[in-house]
């Protein structure tokens, strides 16, 4: 532990070793609350060379991609800070009076019903930085620590963005992968049940009330990222389940195509796919969709 707090103490120097430390001893915490002593929020365009911006990390047993997306907003488990190297003691505690911007709650009970993360935002100059107060008794590494940047790091900050954005579709992607092939589960054992016969497709609302008794989650009929409805095919209303052409036919399809210009489509013989823009255009014809 004494090992520990050495290391601590050499890190905290390289913070606040080029700035004076303004030390306040068994603060009032109403007051450091009322913003008298230091302001509750900044916007990113207010901090300067004086500043340093630093990475708190602690343990964490999340994913990759829950890690990196922690880590673009900001959260406990590898946070980014701004600091002068302040401190301030409460209650006999030393803590580093920072700021850091706010990050999106992660409802990872949606999540492991099959959501996705919310999208994270876009670093600006105006961004909001809200009051932090970092233990030093608790904190775990401070690392990453250099003179703040305005330009590297917005800079930085989108490289990351696009990381994420990028592992955040393919969560989407195969999120409406699993729901299409729910549909088409669905779809053969309601064909089972009824000759071999497909039910109303004429819309999105009729296929889904055809589904009631084989699908219950409300969310399946809809896409996980813009909740519109997957569109079903209304032509093969009251056709034949898996027919001669099935593995050619389009059975229910992604209503909008992705940035990259690609969709999920569900085919007739049950397999589903991502396509893209030019092979959807060839099946839209031989599949008769309007």
Known sequence: MKIAHRILAVTMFAIVGVTSVARADNADLKDLLSGKQVPLALKLKDLDGSWRRLRVTAPSDAGAFLGAYAQLMGG?????????????????????IAYQHPSKPVDMMAMMRGGTPPEPETLTPDTSLTLTLIQLHTAGTLGDIRPFNLDQEIAEQTGLQKAVEGAHDSSVNAVSVSNLKQIGLGLAMCADDHNGKLPDLSDPQSMKKALTNYITGEKVFVHPKTGKPYQPNPSFSGKEWQGTNAVNEVLVYEGEPAADGTRVVLFNDGHVTQVTEARWQELKKTSHIP
């Open 76 to 96: 406990d488990g590898a946070g980014v800070y701004y600091t002068k190297g302040d401190t301030v003691i409460l209650a006999g505690s030393t803590y580093v």
